[in-house]
């Protein structure tokens, strides 16, 4: 029995994941794929679109067989913290063969080499960085400056690949995933899909595709052999979609998105459009900027990513009467992204601590396996991952007390926190009630 992991968000699911699943079992010819998906709230520091058991659903009319939930802390995290978190929980398992991801550059062994740089030389890139960030970059440009400098030394990957690799996301996020696996000794075999053309960030939607004509404007590649005679797909970002989503008035004009994404998908889209989403940062406005009122320069750095730099900028903010999206532009500095700023307000809307996350890695990385659905056919994946018994396997929230250590309770209830404040959002928003984390059950297809 062979078994794929991937790590994903799917804010929404679209025709680009559809590949990714497709091309991830071709290449492995794994019998399983296990999804490791990030809840409610998402990397780049913000509420996903549509809430985590509609995306679970999406993820398992489209191929996957085991969706498990990414905690929360390691979810809403930098690209580090992102992608140890879910390989930690895809090790601990001990099912998983292999881990298949997107890059923009395709190349496996230029990926892992820069891993081990950044793996082996840790101590001096990190010095590297420092003192780039000094000079005013932000903690990325640092980053790449710091591996730059290093390189003066004789190295083996030349100045111009390391750019390209390092100036994207997907890469970024890639070498992360490597380093994790490095790191934890693991013997998932990591193998990268090369996205085709469109950037993580675009924000056009993709042309229509005819199903006889192999594409490549956006985010995969479809082969034409995936698809009927009659189909035509269209490959656009996530971040396309949303803006799509966000600039429409009525569920009639959903049907901008209809080729943009699997048919199952877009059905669940248009039944839950204006009931239970879109949901954005502006809908915890006043829970954010209550925090911020209520908190000092000193014990605001006790969250997530608050430098004191970043605590003394937030509390010297002179007007409140702004959007989310204002507030972060008023805050950005040089050295300090946006991204950053919202992952920092995120960790502060959800109470997650630096010494929280401290314990957590410490003790290494994650304490169970929060199952958020699975489809039938594959229950014998699932008796096999609680029969090896090397981490707890909830399906049922109100067990968690009797399967959990002390840190494990700390952190599932981070999780539950996040469900429920953003249950409330859907609530004020649309007065529509999602059960809270005790009553949901498991998504089973």
């Not at 659903?57 to 085991?66: K, P, Q, S, V, Y």
């Not at 992608?83 to 292999?98: E, F, K, P, S, W």
């Not at 209550?290 to 509390?315: F, P």
Request: charged share 20%; with cysteine.
């Amino acid at each position: 029995m062979k078994v794929v992991g991937l790590i994903t968000e799917y804010n929404p699911f679209h025709n680009g994941h559809l590949y990714h699943i497709r091309e991830a079992k071709r290449i492995t010819e794994a019998d399983y794929v296990i999804v490791v998906m990030s809840g409610n709230f998402v990397q780049r520091g913000a509420p996903a679109m549509i809430d985590k058991y509609s995306r679970t659903e999406m993820a398992l009319h489209n191929g996957a067989d085991l969706v498990l939930e990414l905690p929360v802390c390691y979810a809403t995290g930098s690209a580090e913290y992102f992608a140890h978190g879910a390989v930690a929980l895809l090790h601990q398992l001990r099912v998983v063969d292999y881990l298949v991801f997107g890059s923009e550059i395709g190349d496996i062994n230029l990926l892992t080499k820069t891993a081990e740089l950044l793996v082996s030389q840790s101590e001096a890139i990190d010095a590297f960085i420092s003192d780039a960030m000094k000079e005013g970059y932000t903690y990325p440009a640092a980053r790449s400056q710091a591996v730059m400098r290093y390189l003066s030394v004789d190295q083996p990957i030349s100045q111009k690949a390391m750019i390209e690799v390092l100036s994207s996301p997907n890469n970024i996020l890639g070498i992360e995933y490597i380093k994790a696996l490095k790191r934890l000794s693991s013997n998932i075999i990591p193998i990268t899909i090369q996205r085709q053309s469109a950037s993580y960030h675009d924000s056009s939607l993709g042309s229509e595709i005819n199903s006889n004509v192999p594409q490549h404007s956006g985010a995969y590649h479809l082969m034409a052999e995936e698809t009927t005679s009659h189909e035509s797909y269209v490959i656009s970002s996530a971040t396309a979609i949303r803006n799509a989503i966000s600039n429409v008035n009525d569920y009639e004009q959903l049907a901008l998105i209809q080729s943009s994404v699997p048919k199952d998908v877009y059905d669940i889209l248009l039944n839950k459009y204006n009931q239970t989403f879109p949901i954005t940062e502006e809908d915890f406005s006043s829970i954010i900027k209550y925090k911020l009122l209520s908190e000092n320069s000193k014990t605001l750095t006790n969250y997530l990513d608050i430098t004191s730099d970043l605590a003394d900028r937030l509390k010297n903010l002179k007007n409140w009467n702004v959007t989310i999206a204002q507030l972060n532009k008023e805050i950005k500095t040089k050295n300090i992204t946006l991204t950053r700023i919202s992952r920092a307000l995120t960790h502060l809307l959800l109470n997650l601590h630096n010494d929280s996350m401290k314990d957590y890695i410490e003790h290494g990385y994650v304490f169970y396996a929060r199952v958020l659905g699975i489809r039938n056919k594959s229950s014998k994946l699932l008796r096999l991952i609680s029969n090896i018994n090397n981490i707890p396997v909830i399906t049922k929230v109100t067990k968690a007390e009797t399967q959990l250590c002390a840190l494990g309770l700390q952190m599932l209830s981070e999780d539950l926190f996040a469900a429920h404040i953003y249950n409330q959002a859907v609530y004020e928003r649309y007065s529509t009630t999602i059960l809270n984390e005790y009553r949901h059950g498991i998504c089973i297809l």
